[in-house]
């Protein structure tokens, strides 16, 4: 079957860096994504990572190693309205033919201090 | 704008009644999806449509039976309803069945008593 594991809980400050690692085992890998949800929130897209590397979208940027099978989230210049859950969700194949499916981690939940 | 949308926001019932959610997106997607995000937040894909065509049908009771009367619409039918099918439920839509992005209703609180 396929899991997913990330850190239940991570705190930072305002204007810091942050990394939200992800490690997943799957058998029919396709990519990594990652979504953000405030509390009360619908989960929102922020990444993904189909291939070895980082990819850089503003303040956010995703980093994939498929051969560790392994991610991250990377948050910069952090802003008290990033205060959220993050999940990592491993893109593999679905159920039906032709189809994809996203399998998401239990989330991150990621508080931002003054 | 609202891209996807659903109703209602909140719902709260007993145990046992049959109840429905409906969503619809305006972004022109051929794909759509239910989710049940628990209260641990562990979310789940349940069911994917394609054209109106059933593509993915996770192990779920088959007291939830979706249905899609065209591809902008999809919706979650619920019968008999029991105490652990309480969460929010999330419709999502995607341009078509490859896609990487999916984008998200504001989902649905049902609350079982």
């Known amino acids: 079957g396929q899991s997913l594991e990330q850190p239940s809980e991570v705190t930072a400050v305002e204007g810091a860096i942050v990394q939200i690692n992800c490690t997943y085992q799957?058998?029919?890998?396709?990519?990594l994504s990652w979504y953000q949800q405030h509390d009360g929130g619908a989960p929102t897209f922020l990444s993904y990572?189909?291939?070895?590397g980082l990819e850089e979208t503003g303040r956010f940027s995703s980093f994939l190693s498929r051969s560790d099978s392994y991610g991250y989230l990377l948050l910069q210049e952090l802003q008290m309205k990033d205060s959220a859950s993050y999940f990592c969700?491993?893109?593999?194949?679905?159920?039906?033919?032709?189809?994809?499916?996203?399998?998401f981690g239990k989330g991150t939940k990621l508080s931002v201090i003054p | 704008d609202t891209a996807v949308s659903q109703t209602p926001k909140y719902l709260v019932t007993q145990m046992g009644n049959d109840k429905s959610i409906k969503c619809e997106q305006n972004?022109?997607?051929?794909?759509m999806y239910w989710y049940k995000q628990d209260s641990k937040k562990f979310l789940k894909i349940m069911f994917s449509?394609?054209?109106?065509?059933?593509?993915i049908n996770e192990t779920v009771p088959n007291r939830f039976s979706p249905k899609s009367p065209d591809k902008a619409h999809l919706n979650l039918h619920i019968n008999s309803l029991e105490l652990g099918d309480s969460a929010v439920y999330f419709c999502?839509?995607?341009?078509?069945?490859?896609?990487?992005?999916?984008?998200f209703g504001p989902g649905t609180r049902l609350t079982v008593t």
């Open positions: 999502a839509s995607s341009q078509d069945r490859v896609s990487y992005e999916q984008y």
């Open positions: 799957t058998s029919g890998f396709y990519g």
């Open positions: 990572n189909g291939l070895d």
């Open positions: 969700a491993v893109r593999e194949a679905g159920s039906g033919a032709g189809s994809y499916q996203l399998t």
């Open positions: 972004l022109g997607h051929d794909t």
């Open positions: 449509y394609n054209n109106k065509e059933l593509i």
